[in-house]
C-alpha cells in the first residue's frame, strides 16, 4: 500500500529530533540526491520551494523534485542521524556529502576541502608533504570541486569572488586541492567573468579570472607538490581565495 506523503513532523517529534541530517531520494530508482541539515521541519522545505519557484530560480535539485512529482511519485525523505547539536551534525552532513557523488548540493560539506574523502596515498602525501615557504605574492584557489570536470588551469583561473585590485598584485596563483599545491599559473591579466572576456565561459556578475601562463619551472619545483602551512588553513573555512601577503 502507497504511504502517504508527509509535509511536516508533530511538535513533540520536532522537539525530539533536535539537529538533524538527512537525504533526499529519488523514489523512481532509489538515489539519494540531496544532503542537507536542519531542524523542525526544514527537510520538508524544498517541497514547498518547488511549488512556488519557476524559471530562472529553479535549480537542479528543484528540477529534480518536480520531475519526480510530474511522474507520480513523492520524494522520500530520510533522516540520517537526529539528535545532534549544530556542531556534530556539520560534521556528518559534510561526509554524506563526500559519501554521494552527483548531489544537487551546490555547496560542499564544512571542512570538506580539509578533510573530505581521499584516497590513502593522497592521504599520505597532503601529510607527509612539506609545509610551502612562499618566496612570492601567491593567491591560493582551491580547485577541489572542478579540477576533475576540466583542465587544472581551466578550473583555476575562472570565476572568482575576490577583489581585483588585489588579486592584480598575486605574482603566482597556485592550485591547491585538500590541502596540497598542485599547480602553478603566472597570471597576465584579472577580467570580469562576462562572457566577452571569457568566451564559451556562462558568465558570473560579480567574479573575476585571468588569462596566464604556466609558472617558470623554478616556481613549480618551489611549490607544486608542497602541503598549504596550517597558518593559511581554517578548518571548515568555505572561501576558496587565500593570499600569503
Do not use: C
Not at 579540477?147 to 575576490?162: G, I, P
Amino acid at each position: 500500500m502507497t504511504q502517504p506523503a508527509i509535509g511536516s513532523f508533530p511538535p513533540e517529534v520536532a522537539r525530539k529530533l533536535k539537529t538533524y541530517v538527512y537525504r533526499l531520494i529519488d523514489p523512481r530508482n532509489g538515489e539519494t540526491f540531496y544532503v542537507g541539515r536542519g531542524n523542525g521541519n526544514r527537510v520538508f522545505s524544498h517541497i514547498r520551494d518547488e511549488a512556488n519557484l519557476e524559471g530562472d530560480d529553479l535549480d537542479n535539485k528543484i528540477k529534480r523534485i518536480r520531475e519526480i512529482r510530474l511522474a507520480g511519485f513523492e520524494v522520500a525523505h530520510v533522516i540520517h542521524r537526529h539528535g545532534m547539536d549544530e556542531k556534530t551534525a556539520s560534521v556528518v552532513e559534510a561526509a554524506l556529502i563526500d559519501a554521494y557523488p552527483g548531489l544537487t548540493n551546490i555547496a560542499g560539506g564544512a571542512g570538506s576541502s580539509d578533510f573530505g574523502a581521499m584516497h590513502a596515498l593522497e592521504i599520505i602525501s597532503r601529510y607527509s608533504a612539506p609545509p610551502a615557504v612562499f618566496r612570492n605574492k601567491a593567491l591560493l584557489i582551491n580547485v577541489n570541486r572542478s579540477a576533475a570536470e576540466t583542465s587544472l588551469y581551466e578550473a583555476t583561473r575562472y570565476a572568482w569572488k575576490l577583489k581585483k585590485s588585489k588579486a592584480e598584485q598575486s605574482e603566482v596563483v597556485l592550485a591547491t586541492r585538500q590541502g596540497l599545491i598542485v599547480g602553478a599559473f603566472t597570471p597576465l591579466r584579472w577580467l570580469a567573468a562576462t562572457a566577452e572576456n571569457f568566451p564559451g565561459r556562462e558568465p558570473v556578475p560579480g567574479r573575476y579570472g585571468f588569462e596566464g601562463i604556466d609558472a617558470p619551472h623554478e616556481v613549480k619545483e618551489r611549490y607544486i607538490g608542497k602541503r598549504v602551512p596550517d597558518s593559511y588553513r581554517r578548518p571548515g573555512a568555505a572561501n576558496p581565495i587565500k593570499y600569503t601577503w
